[in-house]
Every structure is written in structure tokens, then in C-alpha cells.
């Protein structure tokens, strides 16, 4: 018994942790106590050396002194003062007036805000409940279809996964070994094609026509409400995509810019600083006590070759990379069902990151790859989280409307799932364009051959330390075999002549 337990050692590790995720232990907590079981199990068993844990400080060390997830409370401290002082639901309104002489303007106006929304929180549950309550009493007041106000807002919401400055893309590219800057740039034009596609298709579900008072009405009010948010976010894009700020950087300029946006216009008193403040603590301690967790059972897990075995179960895919890509697909679509990002992104990408780097897939690519994959699985009936968020916050029962006085009817969970299925299908077209097209996240050859792994302050990542302290990264990364780049010929290293009893002396000419 004991050698059976010692040769399957990784599966019945992988196996207990399903086990208690299933059972609603916290992720955190599951991770570390996998870890640390199986590691003295591991020690007592004499397959793993005593001196394993004391890898473990080190490790916890490493995340700490991690600059890149700085950002993360960053970012998450900007959208809650834009959404906290009202400045988001002023952005929504006066877009909503933007295209109000538009049959479905005010749908176009919560992809365009929503999309904003959940790129600055950066998480998919705060994007959708505060579109959910914003902009689906307006909605209903205003007599949308309840499928088309449903869908644009689970649509709009679950955008957080691919929309810069995402948090998502933060934590991505940090587990990845990728910059955050390329990472931002390799989903940029995803999410600019998946808006796009959002809005033509508000467009042609609404069957808009322009009329005559379009913009005149209401300039000064674009002016004075919807440009400043929309510059400080561009602006820490831009000093970001230049190389001007690191993401960290980026992210404490725009929570101190929508701080004083806030403070300039009179939306934000003390009463709403704390309520922003406790926020932001509790989804950053939620993110690093998640880190914590997946670097205890990582450690465990890759002193028993549970690497190997993850490596050895994918090899006996056919197809290659393209039978990987499809497994993974399908196992990241799955998993979204019953777990978030940040549990998927801890837990699945360290182990998938190996097999596509061997395989020579772009890790950039892969990664965005994977949050478009997991925002479909979001989206998708009957699990998807983004539906239970809004089912959480849209009318159960029917209503009086407080302003019109007029009855409203209540939002069905059957309408709620029927109004997503437009976005799905939009997702899965755009999942399949970037596996036809890499060069809509890699962009050109010279750009794919140059991507990869920096330590840089805006690069920086979660490294593993050796016990010894020394930091250990991995190989470069290829990306001839996936995408036919041709690689770039090595630099010829001259060889120095031995000395030899034949070779004359120099004679000295003077």
C-alpha cells in the first residue's frame, strides 16, 4: 500500500484537492493544507527531503516583495471611487443621452460603460452587480426587451477578463512569466473586435435608426462628465503600452486621478472613501491569501513530479499542440463553471504553462486565449457565474417604478439565459478567429520573436526561489513550431587557435 501511494502520489494529491474544493472548503485554505499534508506525508514516506520546507519562507518571500501585484489594489481602488462617487453612473447616463436619438442607445451605452467598468474593477461579480443595478431598473423603465437588457449586461460585465487595465490580465501574465505591458498589448485588440461586435450587435437586435439631435443637445455635458474618466483611463494605458510607468506605477497615478476627480466635482465624502477602502483590502488579501495557497501545494505538488504527470497526461493527446489547445479549451470552459478566475489562474495556468512553452506556443497568446475562454464559460447556461450574479440583483417579482409610477413586470431566469446566447455565439467566433489568426494578439514575426521572458520592473513575476535563495526561471520561450517563424540564426562564436610549437613567434620589425 505504501508503494502504490508513493508511485500515485501526484493524482491522489490532485484528487483531494478537487475533493475539497467540491465540498466548499475556501481555496485558499484547500491549496495550503493539500501542501502541507501531503508534504509531510511526503517527508515521513522518505520521498521528500526534510529540508523541503524550508523552500517555503523563501517562496512566501518571493510573493511579497512582488511589485507587479501592487497593481492589483491599485486598479481595484480606481473603479470603486468611479463606481462609489456616482461617476459611473453619470458616465452611463450621459452616453445613454449620447445616442438617446438611437433606437437601443441606452444598450450601446452599458457595453460601452460596462466595458469600462470591468476593466477598471477588474473583477467580473463587482462589474456585473453594479451594471445590474444601475442600468436595468433604467432599462425596464424604458420598455427594453428583458433578453436584450439581460444580455448586454452579463455581456457588458464579464468583459473584466480581456479589457485593459484588466486585473485578470495582471495576474495572467504575472503567472504566465510574461510582461504586463504585452499581455495588455496582446489583448487589446481582442477586446477592442468584441466590443466592436457587442455594439453591432445592440445595433442590429435594436434595429436603430440615427435621428436629427444627435451630440447638439447635450456637448457640454460630454465635456464635462464623460471625458475626464475616459482620459485618466487612457492615460494609464498609454504611459503603460510606451513603457513610460510600470503597471504598478499605472495603477497608483489612476487611483490617485479618480481620487481627485472625485474630490474636484464634490461626489466623494469620507463616508464613501471607507466603503472604498475596505473593498479594495479585502479583494487584494483575497488574491494574495489564494497565491499563499497555490505556492504551498505548487511546492508539494512539484517535489512529487506532479509537474511530470500533468506533462505525461497531455502527451498522450493526439495532434500535438493543436490537441493540446483543444483539451485545455475545453477543461478552462468546464472549470469556469465552478471556479473564478483567480482559483483557475493559480492553479491550472502554472501547470499548463510548461507543456505550452514545450510545445513552442506563444504564452501571450495562450493566455489571452484562455480569458476569452473563460469569459464565454461565464456566460453560458446554466452555469455560468455571470448569471447568477445578475439573477442575484435583477427583479424577482413584478414592480411599481418609483419615478413613472408605472407597473414592471419582473426578469425571468429564462430571459436572463436567452439574452446571452447572442454573446456567446459572438465570443466563440473571436475564439476561433485568434486560433486562425495569431497575429491579432502577437501582432507581426519581429514582434512574436521578441516576446520574451523579462525581469524588468514592468515584467516582473512570482519566481521560484531555491533553497539556497537563488532565483530559478525558466527556458526562453520558441515560437518557430506553432506559427512558422523562422528562427533567427545564432550568432557565430569565433574559436581561439591553440598555441602550437609551429606557430612562428611575431617577429618585432623595429
Known amino acids: 500500500m505504501t508503494a502504490w501511494i508513493m508511485l500515485n502520489m501526484a493524482p491522489i494529491m490532485f484528487g483531494c484537492l478537487a475533493l475539497f474544493l467540491i465540498s466548499g472548503i475556501r481555496v485558499a485554505f484547500a491549496l495550503a493544507s493539500c501542501g502541507l499534508v501531503f508534504g509531510f506525508v511526503g517527508i515521513e514516506l522518505g520521498m521528500l527531503p526534510p529540508s523541503l520546507v524550508q523552500a517555503l519562507p523563501l517562496r512566501v518571500l518571493g510573493i511579497m516583495s512582488n511589485k507587479t501585484l501592487l497593481a492589483i489594489p491599485f486598479f481595484t481602488f480606481m473603479g470603486l471611487v468611479l463606481q462609489r462617487s456616482g461617476m459611473a453612473e453619470d458616465l452611463l447616463e450621459t452616453v445613454g443621452q449620447v445616442f438617446g436619438a438611437m433606437r437601443g442607445g441606452l444598450a450601446l451605452a452599458v457595453v460601452l460603460v460596462g466595458s469600462l467598468l470591468a476593466a477598471t474593477t477588474g473583477v467580473v461579480a463587482a462589474s456585473i452587480i453594479a451594471m445590474g443595478l444601475i442600468s436595468m431598473p433604467i ?11 439581460s444580455g448586454v ?47 453591432a450587435l445592440v445595433v442590429v437586435l435594436a434595429d436603430t435608426v440615427f435621428g436629427t439631435r444627435w451630440l447638439s443637445r447635450i456637448a457640454r455635458r460630454v465635456a464635462f462628465v464623460l471625458i475626464p474618466p475616459l482620459l485618466l483611463i487612457f492615460l494609464v494605458l498609454g504611459t503603460i503600452f510606451l513603457g513610460i510607468a510600470t503597471p504598478t506605477e ?47 501545494f505548487s511546492l508539494t505538488f512539484q517535489a512529487v513530479d506532479g509537474n511530470v504527470w500533468v506533462e505525461h497526461l497531455f502527451d498522450k493527446l493526439p495532434g500535438g499542440s493543436t490537441g493540446f489547445l483543444i483539451a485545455v479549451t475545453v477543461l478552462v470552459f468546464v472549470l469556469g463553471f465552478l471556479l473564478d478566475f483567480f482559483e ?39 452555469f455560468g457565474f455571470a448569471l447568477f450574479y445578475l439573477r442575484s440583483v435583477a427583479p424577482s417579482e413584478d414592480y411599481t417604478d418609483a419615478e ?79 506559427f512558422g517563424l523562422e528562427p533567427e540564426p545564432p550568432t557565430p562564436t569565433p574559436t581561439p587557435t591553440p598555441p602550437s610549437e609551429s606557430t612562428p613567434e611575431p617577429v618585432d620589425k623595429k
Request: aromatic letters at 6%; glycine letters at 10%.
Open 250 to 296: 499605472g495603477g497608483a497615478m489612476g487611483a490617485v486621478g479618480a481620487l481627485l476627480l472625485a474630490v474636484a466635482r464634490k461626489r466623494l465624502d469620507i463616508n464613501q472613501a471607507m466603503d472604498a477602502l475596505p473593498a479594495t483590502t479585502k479583494l487584494a488579501a483575497f488574491v494574495v491569501f489564494i497565491l499563499l495557497g497555490a505556492t504551498v
Open 344 to 382: 483557475i489562474a493559480f492553479i491550472l495556468l502554472p501547470l499548463l504553462a510548461p507543456i505550452a512553452t514545450k510545445l513552442d506556443i506563444d504564452l501571450i497568446w495562450f493566455g489571452v486565449l484562455v480569458g476569452i475562454n473563460l469569459q464565454t464559460s461565464f456566460l453560458t447556461p446554466p
Open 404 to 482: 413613472t409610477g408605472q407597473p414592471v413586470a419582473r426578469v425571468t431566469t429564462g430571459q436572463i439565459y436567452a439574452g446571452t446566447l447572442p454573446f456567446i455565439a459572438i465570443q466563440g467566433v473571436l475564439l476561433a478567429l485568434i486560433i486562425a489568426f495569431p497575429q491579432i494578439v502577437i501582432g507581426d514575426k519581429a514582434n512574436a520573436a521578441k516576446n520574451k521572458p523579462k525581469q524588468g520592473v514592468v515584467s516582473e513575476r512570482m519566481l521560484d526561489m531555491a533553497p539556497g535563495g537563488e532565483y530559478q526561471t525558466g527556458p526562453a520561450l520558441d515560437m518557430n513550431a506553432l
Open 139 to 149: 432599462m425596464l423603465r424604458y420598455g427594453y426587451d428583458r433578453r436584450i437588457a
Open 153 to 199: 449586461i452579463t455581456a457588458a460585465g464579464s468583459l473584466a477578463q480581456v479589457v485593459p487595465p484588466s486585473l485578470v490580465l495582471i495576474v495572467m501574465a504575472d503567472q504566465l512569466g510574461r510582461s504586463v505591458g504585452d499581455m495588455y498589448a496582446g489583448a487589446l485588440l481582442p477586446a477592442l473586435m468584441l466590443i466592436g461586435a457587442y455594439v
